[in-house]
């Protein structure tokens, strides 16, 4: 009888969150409810087993480097610098989310699933009526990065703002979080477009406070090579001798806006051993390109995976391209941990998952200030 009322606690709890389309389609929670309805079915006794990460096709990713950054430690590109091989070239494939939006999610599908320390990125396209009203997360970190129109946010322990074009905001959910993210309604009716990554938390981060960091467009540092041709937005990390603002995530990672026109080259130095890939937002891009080397051309909407061994990416446009292209390059620090991610929630084994849907049911651990609350700008599709 205990376990019965243990999982009908959980089942009330997704039921709870899970009456918005929108929120249903992006956290699966579907699926969540059918998992767990099976899982009560076996003796409780028997004890769960952790999920184990999807496999990139065929390919072993690493996960066995914890190599955060030394303090003051300054990468340097040379003529010898070895370049990253590109392990794999995939196309985001547009696919509908939620009520009114357009999602291209390149992490977090089969093709790149739980690509360490990153669990998901999604290029959004999200047009009035649409959004992701009140919702909860723990157990990672997020962030958003818009690139037209802007999105308003609010949580439970009343914080609440917006970000613009060009503007940033780091969420650690931590121990846990309430909050909804509506896209602005733009008085021409067009998109809010952007970027939103998913990192994960290391187990021993899991339960911390839950924080934000919002990043303005204005502070982020822009760094000019190869004669201008190459535009640099150093929003996380370093690039040719300039630092990011610092202490926006607690895992580390890097994030880097390149802007590159015809004719334009750059070698971006990356932590050895971290997982990197770079996703292409407009035009295209040449991969390689050091003398010897093979060269790959990549497109618009394509992720392209690297292997952690080597120094650099090397990245050109071709000079008799049309326009420049723009890509984000993005590494971050493997963790050596276990995924279980259902939905919202991102732990490290099955047992903590039934515990986050369980303390937010019962407005518990990190979860009591949802009880009974409500975000304003997330009425407009409560019903």
Not at 3 to 17: E, K, M
Not at 366 to 376: D, L, N, T
């Amino acid at each position: 009888m205990k376990n019965l009322l243990f999982l009908a606690s959980i089942l009330i709890g997704i039921a709870s969150i899970a009456f918005v389309p929108s929120i249903l389609n992006r956290y699966n929670l579907t699926s969540l409810t059918s998992h767990l309805f099976n899982t009560a079915t076996r003796r409780y006794s028997e004890k769960p087993t952790a999920g184990k990460q999807a496999p990139v096709d065929q390919l072993v990713l690493d996960t066995t480097h914890k190599l955060d950054l030394p303090p003051d430690t300054r990468l340097v590109a040379t003529e010898m610098s070895v370049s990253r091989a590109i392990r794999k070239v995939f196309l985001a494939v547009e696919q509908a989310e939620g009520a009114g939006a357009r999602v291209r999610r390149s992490v977090g599908t089969p093709q790149l699933r739980n690509f360490s320390p990153f669990l998901m990125l999604d290029h959004f396209s999200i047009k009035p009526g649409a959004g992701f009203p009140d919702h909860p997360h723990r157990g990672q970190e997020t962030i958003t990065y818009l690139l037209q129109g802007g999105v308003d946010h609010e949580d439970f322990a009343g914080n609440k703002g917006t970000i613009n074009a060009g503007d940033l905001q780091f969420m650690t959910a931590g121990r846990g979080i309430m909050h909804a993210e509506m896209p602005r309604q733009n008085p021409d009716g067009s998109a809010n477009v952007g970027l939103q990554l998913w990192v994960d938390l290391p187990a021993s981060l899991k339960k911390c406070e839950p924080r934000y960091r919002d990043l303005r467009a204005a502070e982020i540092p822009q760094v000019e090579v190869d004669g201008g041709r190459v535009k640099v937005k150093v929003i996380s990390g370093q690039s040719h001798g300039i630092d990011s603002v610092k202490d926006l995530a607690y895992t580390p990672v890097w994030v880097l806006d390149l802007e590159i026109q015809p004719g334009g080259r750059v070698t971006q130095p990356l932590p050895e051993g971290w997982n990197a890939f770079a996703y292409v937002l407009e035009g295209t891009a040449i991969f390689g390109g050091k003398e010897g080397e093979e060269k790959r051309v990549v497109g618009q909407y394509h992720n392209v995976v690297f292997e952690p061994q080597g120094e650099v990416v090397r990245v050109e446009v071709d000079e008799g391209a049309d326009g420049p292209a723009r890509l984000v390059l993005i590494a971050g620090t493997p963790l050596d941990q276990k995924v279980v991610q259902y939905g919202p929630f991102v732990l490290n084994s099955q047992e903590e998952v039934y515990q986050a849907f369980m303390d937010y049911q019962t407005h518990s651990n990190g979860f009591e200030r949802a009880k009974g609350w409500e975000s304003e700008i997330g009425k407009s599709m409560a019903h």
